[in-house]
């Protein structure tokens, strides 16, 4: 009676330690993937902050480059668009990052011609509110650079997390999947070709 009383208390601990150690696993997964959805928030909220200077930008420049109007409506429509693309944490793969990132892509170029155009005008590169917005704006870029660069840190640790033995068989059970990363652009590795 005794010898069956000590075995089934050694069976009920060892359930008990595996238990345990499995929902230890599980909560790790668990906290690393909020990692990576905290850190697409911030992603979403530096780009949603540039989308917010840009009307702001716009409404200035309007007042000093009435004829200029079809670059302007590029950026408002860019905007629009980046704006428009939302991705939900969970689904967080290559395809969505690269539609999320074209978007914004297309912003960035937009945004690019009008201070082009911004160059043929004296008057408003002195503009102080212009110049205020465009300060933020760079600081906005500076933003979303360190936003990626902690996203795809934050995509990192949970690949690996998921990937390693045993985490990678709750992984496997529970559902949890790779996150994609941020890539540069296509030829970013080159240096651009300046010519005097």
Not at 11 to 27: A, D, E, K, P, Q
């Amino acid at each position: 009676m005794k010898k069956s009383l000590i075995i089934i208390i050694a069976v009920v601990g060892f359930i008990l330690i595996l238990v345990m150690w499995g929902s230890s696993r599980y909560n790790s997964l668990v906290t690393k993937e909020e990692g990576v959805a905290a850190a697409w928030s911030q992603v979403e909220n530096v780009y949603q902050r540039r989308a917010d200077l840009i009307p702001n930008l716009v409404n200035t420049v309007k007042g000093y480059a009435d004829f200029e109007k079809s670059t302007l409506t590029g950026v408002i429509e860019a905007r629009s668009k980046a704006t428009s693309v939302t991705i939900d944490p969970t689904n967080l793969n290559e395809a969505s990052i690269q539609q999320f990132q074209k978007a914004q892509d297309g912003l960035s170029s937009a945004l690019s011609r009008l201070m082009v155009v911004v160059e043929r005008y004296p008057d408003l590169k002195a503009n102080q509110n212009f110049m205020d917005l465009q300060a933020q704006l760079e600081g906005t870029e500076n933003r979303i650079a360190t936003e990626r660069r902690n996203f795809n840190q934050a995509a990192q640790d949970y690949n690996t997390q998921i990937r390693r033995f045993p985490s990678n068989l709750f992984a496997g059970i529970f559902g949890f999947d790779k996150k994609a990363y941020f890539q540069a652009d296509e030829g970013a590795e080159k240096a651009p070709e300046v010519k005097f």
